[in-house]
């Protein structure tokens, strides 16, 4: 390969390796986020209500029993 064609497929790569740095900063972030928005939640009043009225909702059907 021509050296020139080396240098340019070495700064894409180190350009990709900025990018995923870049992402996987920003997943921290939000897993941060996530996590303090939780324990804000959990703090206000009426949670335990809430948490039961959503696990409800999310919980599948039950399986109808064969007879």
């Given at each position: 390969?021509?050296?020139?064609k ?62």
């Open positions: 390969m021509k050296e020139n080396l240098i340019e497929m070495q700064n894409k790569i180190e350009a990709l390796s900025r990018i995923a740095q870049f992402v996987l900063g920003e997943i921290e972030n939000t897993k941060t986020m996530a996590v303090g928005t939780y324990q804000v939640m959990k703090e206000m009043p009426g949670y335990e209500e809430a948490m039961k009225i959503v696990t409800e909702k999310v919980k599948p059907p039950e399986e109808e029993t064969k007879e």
